[in-house]
């Protein structure tokens, strides 16, 4: 409760920090800082705005100044969220979803839960991706009415991330 009562300016310049973390880090971590910032802008509405200013250049025209040390000098209510919108384009389906998620964030929404993304390491996003269906497959398969059969991308099938 005591979160919600921090300046707006203190809280975009906490979440401008992490947004560009995001970009540095694992991907397993991404959707935990993701998920971590989305819940910044729902608790405190007044940073919305960071994520509805859309710039041609978002790197040069950024006035946010990561160098400052003084988080209200540090100009991040008055910048935009460009790196969680150059995270909607990531190769992992998992980062690019909760980077739309909070890029499509609407007035109604509520907190996400972050217990289950703390213990994500790659070993489980491994045999996740393992496990997950092709939809383009499925796709195909309903229209198609011969079963296909998968395309090979290696030799032997991997069991394991590291063995």
């Known amino acids: 409760i005591l979160f919600r009562h921090l300046p707006a300016n203190l809280v975009a310049s906490f979440a401008k920090r992490l947004a560009r973390l995001a970009l540095l880090i694992p991907q397993h971590d991404q959707c935990l800082i993701i998920t971590f910032i989305y819940n910044l802008i729902v608790r405190h509405p007044t940073i919305r705005v960071m994520i509805d200013r859309q710039s041609t250049s978002p790197v040069k025209d950024d006035t ?3 160098e400052e040390r003084d988080p209200n000098k540090s100009n991040a209510i008055d910048s935009s969220l460009w790196e969680i919108e150059s995270l909607t384009h990531h190769h992992h389906p998992d980062v690019a979803t ?3 998620a909070l890029m499509s964030l609407r007035k109604t929404n509520h907190e996400r839960e972050i217990h289950p993304l703390l213990e994500i390491d790659y070993d489980e996003m491994f045999e996740h991706d393992c496990n997950r269906s092709n939809r383009s497959r499925k796709k195909k398969n309903k229209i ?9 991308i290696n030799y032997n099938t991997a069991i394991s991330l590291f063995d």
């Open 98 to 100: 909760c980077a739309l």
């Open 144 to 152: 198609k009415t011969t079963p296909t059969t998968d395309c090979p």
């Open 64 to 66: 946010y100044s990561p």
